[in-house]
């Protein structure tokens, strides 16, 4: 009974304390202007390329097997395939022709075989050249017998162009 005389001794009092807790009214916000509609894209999003495992990612020996293993050429070389050849009938001197050859229209073996170059009496000599590029020159000596095959990683070892200087 004692307890339920002094709550109601301490209503009013609590009443007052708890009306100061409660929060002021706040006025209503301006009503936020509605955000823009994205413009609509027709561009899909781009997903990275898949990662592409080339079979010989080391020249040297992608070489090897360019040079002995056709279906591989067939695979490795660009279409087209820039040709140039020394056109020794042009006047008034010969001249180089440069043409791109449709990759159905090239003649395999493309490259001769590196490794069974010396028995034919034939040398092969690899550059680097300053952009990446590997040059491969083959040549018969104290002949004007010379091509250049030059490859580029697109992004595996593949044939770009061939240069017959031959007269």
Known sequence: MKLRRSLALLA???????SACRPAPQPAPAEAPAPAAAPASTAKAVEPAPAVACPHPAFDTFLKHFGNEITLQEKATADPLLD??????????PRTVERP???????????PDPAGLAGQGRQMQVTAVADGQM???IRTPDSSDQQTYTFAQKPCWT??????ESI
């Open 12 to 18: 009013p009092a609590l009443g007052l304390v708890l």
């Open 84 to 93: 140039s050849y020394v056109d020794a009938g042009a006047e008034p001197e």
């Open 101 to 111: 050859v449709a990759l159905a229209d090239v003649e395999w073996p493309v490259m």
């Open 135 to 137: 040059q491969v020159q």
């Open 159 to 164: 044939l770009v162009k061939r240069e017959d």
